[in-house]
């Protein structure tokens, strides 16, 4: 896959850097800025170069228009700051301000343009739309650089169909993503587990039937725990259930039986009365969860069976929080398991933290991206990457490989 060094020299080049700045805000404060920061790197290696750099990205899920609440220009300020210079800030996609912009820049000098889902060509489904989009976007660019990895397994213009119209390269972030995945999925030191949690069980469904076939156990916690308990006869009162995947869950349970991959469930879990921090709430047993109770935590026994289980492995992959971390009462499981990974990275293990909830969990309790081995800057990328399915965003570049 071609890196930026394939590109040649880029002093005074219009460079496209397809970043994922799809960061959390309240208002216009970012309250994790841990995507701007991956992003640097990059940014940074094409200023030195003499790049005239064009960073685009999306945030948040507007419909295809301009959403003030949805705009970029918090993060453009956020990322000047950590560049240590101004970064220009685009009113518009590909529009007038765009262009105006981009041709402003000096070399060395970095842009961003506007929300790219303010266009609605950017997430069509119609080939011929995102096409169109995609023209529009190399119009203000001599080449392209992928480094936005938390949008690679979305087939969208500035991901995919851009890629095949101008000059392109992988970032290094992308590199470093594909990298490690490939590290826990090709040939994984072992003994090697996956810990996943989050709400719901139908959304790790495929990475749980792959997963059954490579990893040595599986820790499951989360919201969607309750369903495999449910799947075992026990009452999980009125915590959160799909009623659906229960006959899944169960052929799961008996395949990893058969063969000899270690499920393992939490052995209590903190009950509360009501989603509410506020509720009240205690430790029980997981066989054992009152019917108008609803499981919100893994309980202490679990955080303390769950760490045993991670002491000796070789090889950790986290995708999902423990519990409600957001609520200081039923955020123990989730800081117990990342303790555990810490551990298990000083004591040499590879340990990738999936992205998406469980980074914004590390980082709220307190734990610096440095402790663990890697932290993904895409949760639903890297699952879909363990599930076995082809990323249009890389395979773009296998197929310009191939051709």
């Known amino acids: 896959?071609?890196?930026?060094?394939?590109?040649?020299?880029?002093?005074?080049?219009?460079?496209?850097?397809?970043?994922?700045?799809?960061?959390?805000?309240?208002?216009?404060?970012?309250?994790?800025?841990?995507?701007?920061?991956?992003?640097?790197?990059?940014?940074?290696?094409?200023?030195?170069?003499?790049?005239?750099?064009?960073?685009?990205?999306?945030?948040?899920?507007?419909?295809?228009?301009?959403?003030?609440?949805?705009?970029?220009?918090?993060?453009?300020?956020?990322?000047?700051?950590?560049?240590?210079?101004?970064?220009?800030?685009?009113?518009?996609t590909v529009g007038e301000s765009?262009?105006?912009?981009?041709?402003?820049?000096?070399?060395?000098?970095?842009?961003?343009?506007?929300?790219?889902r303010f266009n609605a060509g950017e997430t069509s489904k119609d080939e011929a739309e995102r096409g169109a989009f995609a023209d529009e976007l190399a119009q203000l660019a001599d080449a392209y650089v992928s480094d936005g990895f938390g949008v690679v397994h979305r087939a969208q213009a500035s991901v995919y169909d851009i890629a095949r119209r101008l000059p392109s390269a992988m970032g290094g972030l992308v590199r470093t993503e594909v990298d490690v995945l490939r590290r826990l999925t090709s040939d994984p030191e072992?003994?090697?587990?996956?810990?996943?949690?989050?709400?719901?069980?139908?959304?790790?469904?495929?990475?749980?039937?792959?997963l059954l076939g490579t990893a040595d156990r599986l820790l499951i916690g989360g919201g969607m725990v309750f369903t495999f308990l449910k799947a075992q006869g026990y009452e999980v009162g009125n915590s959160l259930l799909e009623e659906d995947q229960l006959a899944t869950v169960t052929e799961y349970l008996e395949r990893a039986e058969r063969?000899?991959?270690?499920?393992?469930?939490?052995?209590?879990?903190?009950?509360?009365?009501?989603?509410?921090?506020?509720?009240?709430?205690?430790?029980?047993?997981?066989d054992d969860i009152p019917s108008d109770r609803m499981g919100l935590d893994i309980g202490p026994d679990s955080a303390r069976l769950?760490?045993?289980?991670?002491?000796?492995?070789?090889?950790?992959?986290?995708n999902g929080p423990m519990g409600a971390?957001?609520?200081?009462?039923?955020?123990?499981?989730?800081?117990?398991?990342?303790?555990?990974?810490?551990?298990?990275?000083?004591?040499?293990?590879?340990?990738?933290?999936?992205?998406?909830?469980?980074?914004?969990?590390?980082?709220?309790?307190?734990?610096?991206?440095?402790?663990?081995?890697?932290?993904?800057?895409?949760?639903?990328?890297s699952l879909e990457y363990l599930e076995g399915k082809s990323l249009p965003g890389i395979a773009v570049f296998d197929q310009a490989q191939e051709g």
């Open 190 to 210: 072992r003994p090697y587990a996956v810990v996943l949690g989050g709400a719901k069980v139908s959304d790790k469904l495929g990475v749980i039937d792959n």
């Open 1 to 92: 896959m071609k890196t930026l060094a394939d590109l040649g020299d880029l002093r005074g080049k219009r460079v496209l850097v397809r970043s994922d700045l799809n960061v959390p805000l309240d208002g216009a404060t970012i309250s994790d800025d841990g995507r701007i920061r991956a992003s640097l790197p990059t940014i940074t290696q094409l200023v030195e170069a003499g790049a005239r750099v064009v960073v685009c990205a999306h945030l948040g899920r507007p419909k295809g228009a301009p959403d003030p609440q949805y705009s970029l220009a918090p993060v453009a300020a956020r990322l000047g700051e950590l560049l240590g210079s101004e970064v220009a800030f685009a009113s518009d």
């Open 259 to 286: 063969d000899g991959v270690e499920i393992v469930l939490p052995t209590d879990v903190v009950a509360a009365s009501a989603f509410s921090a506020d509720a009240d709430h205690e430790v029980v047993a997981a």
């Open 306 to 318: 769950f760490a045993d289980k991670l002491a000796d492995c070789r090889t950790v992959f986290w």
């Open 325 to 381: 971390f957001e609520m200081a009462p039923y955020a123990a499981g989730t800081e117990a398991v990342a303790r555990a990974l810490v551990e298990a990275t000083k004591g040499g293990a590879l340990t990738v933290v999936g992205g998406g909830d469980s980074a914004a969990a590390v980082r709220q309790l307190g734990f610096a991206d440095e402790d663990f081995g890697h932290i993904s800057t895409g949760g639903g990328a």
């Open 98 to 116: 765009a262009r105006s912009v981009v041709a402003g820049l000096a070399d060395g000098q970095v842009a961003l343009l506007e929300n790219l």
